[in-house]
């Protein structure tokens, strides 16, 4: 990674950080991986503040020198089994030049301290599994499919639309 790359925790009410988050949060939208259509005009304009006001939501942005390159959006769940918090992390995004550079691994390494000073018990995420690059980049830094018994299969992340 390069020297004057660093991770820092989103402050949802700084007008830079809100501007970064939204931008960065725009491009990975914009990207196939992330559905390949823009944030709606709606979306943008209140995504912060809803954050803001969300218990256990954090987000990280990466910057180099001055210019946001990376963002992980998180979220506190809970693990029933475990009787302790846990974190999702809900979106991480890496700006297209930076990518292959650790930016992402530093992303989640941030978020895996935060989550330690926490109290979680794991990081959870969802990953496409056409996204090759992004599973490598899981793996490697030690996150494995979700299975409670081999014989019953890996989970499967599902979705309905409301």
Same mark, same amino acid.
């Given at each position: 990674?390069? $020297? @004057?790359?660093?991770? &820092?925790?989103? $402050?949802?009410?700084?007008?830079?950080?809100?501007?970064?988050?939204?931008?960065?949060?725009d491009?990975?939208? &914009?990207?196939?991986?992330?559905? #390949?259509?823009?944030l709606?005009?709606? /979306?943008?304009?209140?995504?912060? $503040?809803?954050?803001?006001?969300?218990?256990?939501? /954090?987000?990280?942005?990466?910057?180099?020198? =001055? &210019?946001? *390159? #990376?963002?992980? =959006?998180?979220?506190r769940?809970?693990?029933?089994?475990?009787?302790r918090?846990?974190?999702?992390? @809900?979106? *991480?995004?890496?700006a297209?030049?930076? &990518?292959?550079?650790?930016? #992402?691994?530093?992303?989640?390494?941030?978020? !895996?301290? @935060?989550?330690?000073?926490?109290?979680?018990?794991?990081?959870?995420? !969802?990953?496409?599994?056409?996204?090759?690059?992004?599973?490598?980049?899981?793996? #490697?830094?030690?996150?494995? @499919?979700?299975?409670?018994?081999? !014989?019953?299969?890996?989970?499967?992340?599902?979705?309905?639309w409301?």
């Amino acid at each position: 990674m390069h $020297d @004057h790359v660093s991770v &820092r925790v989103v $402050d949802y009410l700084s007008p830079k950080d809100r501007v970064a988050l939204v931008s960065l949060l725009d491009m990975y939208a &914009r990207d196939p991986m992330g559905g #390949g259509k823009p944030l709606a005009v709606d /979306v943008q304009a209140r995504l912060c $503040d809803d954050l803001a006001g969300l218990a256990g939501a /954090v987000s990280f942005i990466a910057w180099l020198d =001055n &210019r946001p *390159i #990376g963002l992980l =959006n998180a979220m506190r769940a809970y693990s029933t089994f475990k009787a302790r918090p846990l974190m999702n992390v @809900h979106d *991480i995004a890496v700006a297209p030049d930076c &990518r292959g550079k650790g930016v #992402g691994r530093a992303l989640l390494a941030a978020l !895996e301290q @935060h989550a330690l000073q926490s109290g979680c018990c794991k990081l959870t995420l !969802e990953v496409l599994s056409g996204n090759c690059l992004a599973l490598q980049a899981y793996t #490697g830094f030690g996150f494995e @499919h979700y299975a409670l018994d081999p !014989e019953a299969g890996q989970a499967l992340f599902m979705q309905k639309w409301l």
